[in-house]
């Protein structure tokens, strides 16, 4: 029997690290240094580029004064994720009884294999392989230096017994259960504290089966807040890949308190109608490369989160260089990009480039609340197709459900330093709303080279406390955007070192 490849035939492209190529020893070649200094400069054209992991740009301001400085963040963060290992162990689910007739639970198979391999954990790591057929399972964790590889034809089908999907532990950043107080469903495949983790297959499908949870959902019926159909919590070295997810019951795919992730070539699908099917939710994680993914659901195509009001801060993991790359998808209820509205531990250096979006309600939005705390802050978006949106970046400070009462309404979030260029879209409702609040205005809101077409002659801007600057945007933005703007340094706090 084939047990597929080792390693899925993922389409590799260059990358190129702006430190890595300055970092020289004292014992190199000077003409070594020359030449990559070269190739540098070439891949710099039109741009000015810095030592330090990031690229700068210039923007001049309306009237041609002191340009704003932009930094951007170093392109690849996931580089030595691409290079995937070769497991020393390989077994199939069939080998430990699994039957793949869509019928049969297969949850004692699955956990026996992935027990059985963990032996291999510090001798190579082993692999899951998931042959044609139809694996219906409950939940099931996964173990450290471990594949788990889908065959082309195999499907991972979730149980629709509720009592297949255990209750957990409420996150410590949320404090209870995201929709319900308690607990939780714990997810469909979970894992925790692990590290060199790989779920990827020949396009194999991951089916969460959701609609009785959405029913459920719907009367009110349920005990605790939904399951994922994937999570990893406090897990590092993480490849998520070649694989489709559909019907998830809740968020689809949640790295939580994760470092090191790289999630690419995904499918992620739900019904629109279906209740908060977000895609892929980055959830107080940093170091997270997101490509190549197309998302149609429920709810937002990505949403960056970091805890939930005092549980949030208390906890203080905030959510960090994460690079989103050539996403497109479709959402009719929600946003293609969203930050928020859990955040606060706070969202930095986030780099967005390459989005194509239609049928959703909003492009680029932002979410928070007074209580909230944390912030939001250099963010940099560029490069957009927008389709069929009603509007196109939507800036909301009144999104305000709170976990419990203890929240402390003097807690403020600090959104600022947001950089948004080079959108296009067309049949869109409303240009730009930004509901700011009194006394903590957006600020450092930058845009630049958008052009909208409307298909209403009604109000196309609505902005209160929000400060900024904007040049070559159509149609033209209110006056708070429009203010001249002194010497600025856009994302001034430079990408960390690992």
């Known amino acids: 029997m084939s047990m597929g490849?080792?390693?899925?035939?993922?389409?590799?492209?260059?990358?190129?690290?702006?430190?890595?190529?300055?970092?020289?020893?004292?014992s190199q070649?000077?003409?070594?240094?020359?030449?990559?200094?070269?190739?540098?400069?070439?891949?710099?054209?039109?741009?000015?580029?810095?030592?330090?992991?990031?690229?700068?740009?210039?923007l001049r301001t309306r009237d041609g004064?002191?340009?704003?400085?932009?930094?951007?963040?170093?392109?690849?963060?996931?580089?030595?994720?691409?290079?995937?290992?070769?497991?020393?162990?390989?077994?199939?689910?069939?080998?430990?009884?699994?039957?793949?007739?869509?019928?049969?639970?297969?949850?004692?198979?699955?956990?026996?294999?992935?027990s059985y391999l963990s032996s291999y954990a510090h001798k190579g790591g082993g692999q899951l392989f998931i042959p044609p057929g139809q694996w219906l399972t409950g939940s099931f964790n996964l173990t450290s230096h471990l594949t788990l590889f889908l065959d082309k034809g195999a499907t991972i089908l979730a149980s629709q017994n509720l009592g297949d999907w255990p209750v957990v532990d409420a996150l410590p950043s949320y404090g209870r259960g995201r929709e319900l107080p308690g607990g939780r469903h714990i997810s469909l495949i979970h894992g925790s504290n692990l590290s060199d983790i790989i779920i990827t297959g020949d396009n194999g499908t991951i089916d969460g089966q959701g609609q009785v949870w959405w029913e459920l959902h719907a009367n009110g019926s349920l005990d605790y807040t939904r399951g994922h159909l994937l999570e990893l919590m406090n897990s590092r070295d993480v490849v998520i890949s070649n694989l489709t997810f559909i019907n998830s019951p809740f968020?689809?795919?949640?790295?939580?308190?994760?470092r090191n992730v790289l999630i690419n070539y995904l499918t992620i699908l739900a019904p629109f109608e279906s209740p908060n099917t977000d895609g892929i939710d980055p959830d107080s994680s940093s170091r997270v490369c997101i490509e190549d993914c197309y998302i149609e659901n429920g709810d937002d195509l990505i949403s960056i989160k970091s805890g939930w009001d005092q549980y949030g801060m208390n906890y203080g993991h905030r959510s960090s260089k994460i690079i989103i790359q050539r996403l497109s998808g479709q959402t009719r209820s929600s946003a293609g990009i969203a930050l928020g509205s859990e955040m606060s531990g706070g969202?930095?250096?986030?780099?967005?480039?390459?989005?194509?979006?239609?049928?959703?309600?909003?492009?680029?939005?932002?979410?928070?609340?007074?209580?909230?705390?944390g912030y939001i802050k250099n963010i940099y978006i560029s490069d957009a197709i927008f389709h069929n949106v009603r509007t196109a970046?939507?800036?909301?400070?009144?999104?305000?459900?709170?976990?419990?009462?203890?929240?402390?309404?003097?807690?403020?979030?600090?959104?600022?330093?947001?950089?948004?260029?080079?959108?296009?879209?067309?049949?869109i409702s409303m240009a730009g709303d930004f509901q700011g609040l009194k006394g903590y205005p957006y600020?450092?809101?930058?845009?630049?080279?958008?052009?909208?077409?409307?298909?209403?002659?009604s109000q196309m801007w609505n902005c209160s406390f929000v400060e900024g600057y904007s040049e070559s945007v159509s149609p033209e933005p209110c006056d708070e955007l429009l203010r001249r703007q002194h010497t600025q340094e856009y994302c001034s706090s430079c990408i960390e070192k690992v």
């Open 65 to 114: 004064s002191v340009p704003v400085l932009v930094r951007l963040p170093e392109i690849d963060v996931c580089s030595k994720l691409r290079s995937l290992p070769r497991r020393s162990h390989i077994v199939s689910i069939d080998e430990f009884g699994g039957i793949g007739d869509g019928k049969t639970i297969n949850t004692h198979a699955f956990q026996n294999a992935i």
């Open 5 to 26: 490849p080792m390693i899925p035939p993922f389409v590799r492209r260059p990358c190129f690290s702006f430190s890595s190529a300055l970092s020289f020893s004292s």
């Open 393 to 427: 970046i939507g800036f909301t400070a009144f999104y305000g459900e709170h976990p419990d009462d203890k929240y402390d309404p003097n807690a403020f979030p600090h959104i600022h330093s947001i950089y948004i260029e080079n959108i296009q879209g067309d049949n």
């Open 251 to 258: 968020w689809t795919i949640h790295p939580v308190y994760c």
């Open 29 to 58: 070649v000077i003409g070594t240094q020359i030449i990559l200094l070269l190739i540098l400069l070439l891949y710099c054209v039109s741009r000015t580029c810095t030592c330090h992991g990031y690229v700068e740009r210039k």
């Open 347 to 373: 969202i930095s250096n986030v780099y967005v480039v390459n989005l194509k979006l239609q049928h959703a309600s909003t492009g680029i939005r932002i979410k928070s609340a007074q209580g909230r705390g």
């Open 443 to 457: 600020h450092d809101i930058f845009l630049r080279n958008i052009t909208l077409n409307a298909t209403t002659t």
